[in-house]
């Protein structure tokens, strides 16, 4: 079954306003969460390290005031793309480690903001 | 993270075997090599990892060269289903940086 659920799993919005997504570690407490981009027919892009109880730690090129990551809960991290435009249509995907273990991935979240 | 290399597409026809190389010659010793694929619009799907050994599970094998420097990722039986990409990256933490990977389709 499903070991990260990360909603929504689309989203449109009108340039200028907040978007929320969410990503929930179901079955294990995530101290770590990690948030990507993608892009139409590109890799994956590490934007940030969602860490539990403290600040995020963001990739190089990464707005910080953009892209708002909040990790309240050993089981939730939200993304929040603030004042949104249409550059930041994109793919979002949020993964959990669990201990010695591999990645798993949300489902991803499609924005495309109009 | 150990720099990955591999081609950027290979065809593979439908119940043959497909065999996805990665080249890793820069890999530390305690830098594992993985595996995921992402089909399209979907997030990534872990497929298998190894350290030195050859691994083995039921969606693929995993084949490290005894120097460490290169790996093949092989389905034994490839379906229409694992048309994707394939990533595969040489990573000792949990943070995971993607190369471009490698597009495999599977043909009719």
């Known amino acids: 079954g499903a070991v990260v659920s990360q909603h929504p799993s689309w989203v449109i919005c009108k340039s200028g306003t907040s978007v929320k997504i969410e990503c929930r570690s179901l079955?294990?407490?995530?101290?770590?969460m990690f948030w990507y981009r993608q892009f139409p027919k590109q890799s994956l892009m590490l934007m940030a390290t969602?860490?539990?109880?403290?600040?995020?730690?963001?990739e190089q090129g990464v707005e910080k005031d953009k892209f708002l990551i909040n990790h309240a809960s050993l089981t939730l991290s939200t993304l929040t793309v603030t004042s949104a435009h249409p550059e930041d249509s994109s793919f979002y995907i949020c993964?959990?480690?669990?201990?010695?273990?591999?990645?798993?991935f949300g489902s991803g979240t499609q924005l495309s903001v109009l | 993270d150990a720099k990955t290399t591999q081609p950027t597409s290979m065809d593979c026809a439908e119940g043959r075997a497909a065999n996805l190389p990665c080249n890793h010659s820069t890999i530390s010793g305690n830098e594992y090599v993985y595996w995921y694929r992402q089909i399209h619009s979907q997030g990534p799907q872990y497929i298998i990892h190894g350290l030195k050994n050859n691994e083995t599970n039921e969606m693929a094998s995993l084949i490290i060269t005894e120097d460490r420097k290169s790996s093949t990722l092989i389905l034994p039986h490839a379906t229409l289903r694992d048309t994707a990409v394939y990533y595969c990256i040489a990573n000792r933490d949990d943070k995971i940086i993607f190369g471009k990977g490698t597009r495999l389709h599977i043909l009719p």
């Open positions: 969602s860490n539990e109880g403290s600040k995020a730690t963001y």
């Open positions: 079955d294990f407490q995530a101290t770590t």
């Open positions: 993964s959990v480690n669990r201990r010695n273990e591999k990645l798993f």
